[in-house]
C-alpha cells in the first residue's frame, strides 16, 4: 500500500478540521460566479450521457484533476446499467414496476454525485482563471468542510494528484451514502431485494473499462461485491483508479476510446459484436439512454455533511501499490451467458473463436 500525503501534509489538513467553517461575504462578482457554475452544474446535470461527457471534456482541458476522467469511466458503466434494464437480456426478468425503481436509484445516484462533485471542478477551473483560490465558496454548493483543505493543498501543489482523487472518492461515496443509500425506501426496495442480491452473487455486477490497443477494444475493469458497504465501494474506487492511471495501455487505451466513441448508453458502444442498439439486431438488444428513459426530474435536496470522524476518513488515505488489469471480456460475456440462457445467445457467442 501507498500513502498518498506526508506528515506535513497531514497536518496541515488536519489543522483546517479542526477549525469551523467561515461564513464569507460575497461579493457581486461572487454571486455572478455562483450562479453561472449553478446554472452550468445544472443543465450538464441532465442525463447520464450529458454528466458522462462533461467528466471527460473537463478532464481534457485539465488533466491533472485525475477524478474527472476516472467518474467519466464509471459514468459510463453507470448509463449500461442503466440501459441493462430495458436490454433483451435483463428486462424480461424483470417487472416494469421493479425496472424503474432501479433505473430510479442508479439514476438518483448518478445525479447526486455530480451534483456534489461538478462544482467543485468548475471552482477549481475558475480558481485557474482567476489566478487565485477560490475554495471558501465550496460551502455555497454544501460541499462538505471535508473537501476544503484537500483542494487549498492541491491548490499549492497539484503534484498531489493520488491526494485529490481518494479524497474525491471518499466524499463522494459518504455524500451518497448519507443522501442515497440510507434512504429507507431505497434500502427496501433495492438493496434488499432478491433481485439486487440474486444479481450481486452471481458476479454480474462489473465496472468495465473500454481500452484501445491497435485497431483492437480491449476490456478490463473490476468486480463489485456488497455496494451497500460504505468501506468495500470506497476501496474498489481506488483499486479502479490505480488500474486506470497505474497502467498506461489502459490509460492511453482508455482515453482514446474515450474520445473515439461518445458515450450513448449502449453496450454497443465497446462491443458491438455482442450488443446492437437496433431492436430488431440477432445481437442482445442494448438500447441507448435516450431511447430507454426519460430525463428523469430530480427533486432538490439539502444535503447532508456527512464529515465528523477525522480517524473514519482518513484510514482510507493510501492507495494499492498496483492493480494488473485483467482481460475481463470472457467474464463480461459467460456471466452475459449464465444470465440469458444458452438458447438466447446460440450464434452470437459459440461462433467467436476466442471463447
Known amino acids: 500500500m501507498l500513502d498518498i500525503w506526508s506528515h506535513s501534509d497531514e497536518n496541515q489538513v488536519k489543522k483546517e478540521w479542526s477549525i469551523s467553517p467561515v461564513n464569507h461575504s460575497l461579493s457581486l462578482k461572487d454571486q455572478a460566479l455562483l450562479m453561472n457554475i449553478r446554472s452550468k452544474t445544472a443543465t450538464l446535470n441532465r442525463n447520464n450521457v450529458t454528466r458522462t461527457q462533461a467528466y471527460l471534456d473537463f478532464y481534457l482541458k485539465h488533466p491533472e484533476v485525475h477524478w474527472s476522467f476516472l467518474a467519466h469511466m464509471v459514468s459510463r458503466n453507470g448509463g449500461w446499467n442503466m440501459t441493462d434494464l430495458k436490454a433483451s437480456h435483463i428486462s424480461t426478468l424483470l417487472s416494469y414496476e421493479k425496472s424503474s425503481i432501479l433505473f430510479r436509484f442508479l439514476e438518483k445516484a448518478n445525479h447526486l454525485i455530480f451534483q456534489d462533485a461538478y462544482p467543485q471542478l468548475l471552482l477549481y477551473a475558475e480558481s485557474k482563471k482567476a489566478g487565485k483560490p477560490l475554495f471558501y ?26 491526494l485529490l482523487t481518494v479524497s474525491l472518492i471518499i466524499n463522494e461515496q459518504n455524500f451518497i451514502e448519507y443522501n442515497l443509500l440510507k434512504n429507507p425506501y431505497f434500502q427496501q426496495k433495492v438493496l434488499s431485494s432478491l433481485t439486487y442480491q440474486l444479481q450481486e452473487k452471481l458476479g454480474f455486477t462489473l465496472v468495465l473499462f473500454p481500452y484501445r490497443k491497435g485497431s483492437s477494444t480491449l476490456l478490463t475493469g473490476l468486480g463489485v461485491q456488497q455496494f451497500s458497504n460504505l468501506a468495500n465501494r470506497i476501496e474498489i474506487g481506488k483499486k479502479l483508479y490505480v488500474l486506470l492511471f497505474k497502467n498506461e495501455d489502459v490509460l492511453h487505451g482508455a482515453l482514446r476510446f474515450s474520445r473515439e466513441s461518445s458515450h450513448t448508453g449502449s453496450r454497443e458502444d465497446y462491443l458491438p459484436a455482442v450488443f446492437s442498439s437496433k431492436a430488431n439486431s440477432r445481437k442482445i438488444y442494448s438500447p441507448t439512454i435516450e431511447v430507454a428513459w426519460t430525463d428523469f426530474d430530480h427533486q432538490s435536496i439539502m444535503p447532508v455533511d456527512w464529515f465528523k470522524d ?6 482510507f488515505f493510501h492507495l494499492p501499490a498496483s492493480i494488473v488489469p485483467a ?18 445467445l446460440h450464434g452470437v457467442f459459440f461462433d467467436r473463436k476466442d471463447l
Open 137 to 162: 465558496l465550496l460551502s455555497e454548493f454544501h460541499v462538505s468542510h471535508f473537501m476544503n483543505p484537500i483542494w487549498s493543498l492541491f491548490w499549492e501543489n497539484n503534484n498531489k494528484k493520488e
Open 310 to 315: 477525522i480517524h473514519g476518513a482518513t484510514k
Open 327 to 344: 482481460d475481463m471480456e470472457k467474464t463480461h460475456l459467460y456471466n452475459l451467458i449464465k444470465l440469458t440462457g444458452i438458447s438466447e
